[in-house]
């Protein structure tokens, strides 16, 4: 199947899920997960009409960026930060900030560079040991730290819920802390669930294996 078939089939799900939700479809904005994809595929996907990419190892978004004309980058996975450097400046969105450390590298290296960057905080909404993002306990404090650091802006949230069961209640339970602290993003869906996630609020859904197929397991980064 052609990348325009995949996308066009992915984008009528899309459409699909917001119809059975109540919600109008460009309520919901698909980023094209292409950790892993060769720079070949991905600018297929470009050309198909999907401009707007997500990228899980700063390395690979900072090698295969200069090599994607007219794509747009979002980072979605779990950032270091001594590899800050390679984020800021070329992902519009951050999608995984989850401790303050962090946050302060992103301020420090956007304050160089004389920009906003945009991000997002990711909540460990099950609370998994093994799993990236804050405790929800946790969230006021690193969004009061958010606010007082003028060249960082926190726009909403994002989590990945357990891999065993039903995703819904996790959503759900992102979609009320964001209400509760006035945030309008919501990154939550993947290609298993995107249209569960929709139907409970997100804006932004990840989606990879539906468009680019099954990829393998990299080595460690």
């Known amino acids: 199947m052609t990348a325009a078939a995949r996308l066009q089939t992915v984008r009528a799900q899309i459409d699909e899920a917001c119809r059975a939700a109540g919600r109008t479809p460009s309520s919901v904005t698909l980023v094209a997960v292409s950790k892993t994809v060769e720079a070949e595929r991905c600018r297929e996907m470009?050309?198909?009409?999907?401009?707007?990419?997500?990228?899980?190892?700063?390395?690979?978004?900072?090698?295969?960026?200069?090599?994607?004309p007219g794509a747009r980058w979002h980072f979605i996975g779990p950032?270091?930060?001594?590899?800050?450097?390679?984020?800021?400046?070329?992902?519009?969105?951050?999608?995984?900030v989850d401790n303050l450390a962090l946050l302060d590298e992103i301020a420090a290296r956007a304050g160089k560079l004389s920009l906003v960057q945009r991000c997002l905080l990711q909540v460990n909404i099950a609370g998994e040991a093994q799993k990236s993002g804050c405790a929800v306990a946790d969230l006021p404090s690193l969004l009061a730290a958010c606010a007082s650091r003028p060249s960082v802006s926190c726009e909403g949230l994002m989590c990945i819920p357990p891999e065993a069961g039903d995703p819904r209640p996790h959503f759900a339970a992102l979609a009320k802390l964001a209400?509760?602290?006035?945030?309008?993003?919501?990154?939550?869906?993947?290609s298993a669930d995107f249209a569960i996630a929709i139907a409970e609020g997100a804006t932004l859904v990840r989606v990879g294996t539906a468009l680019f197929g099954a990829r393998e397991k990299p080595a460690a980064r």
Do not use: C, F, W
Request: no cysteine; proline share 2%; net charge neutral.
């Open 46 to 68: 470009v050309a198909a009409g999907q401009s707007l990419l997500g990228e899980n190892y700063a390395q690979e978004l900072r090698d295969k960026a200069p090599s994607v």
């Open 79 to 96: 950032l270091q930060r001594n590899k800050v450097k390679y984020v800021v400046g070329t992902a519009e969105l951050i999608h995984s």
């Open 179 to 190: 209400s509760e602290h006035g945030l309008s993003q919501l990154s939550m869906g993947m």
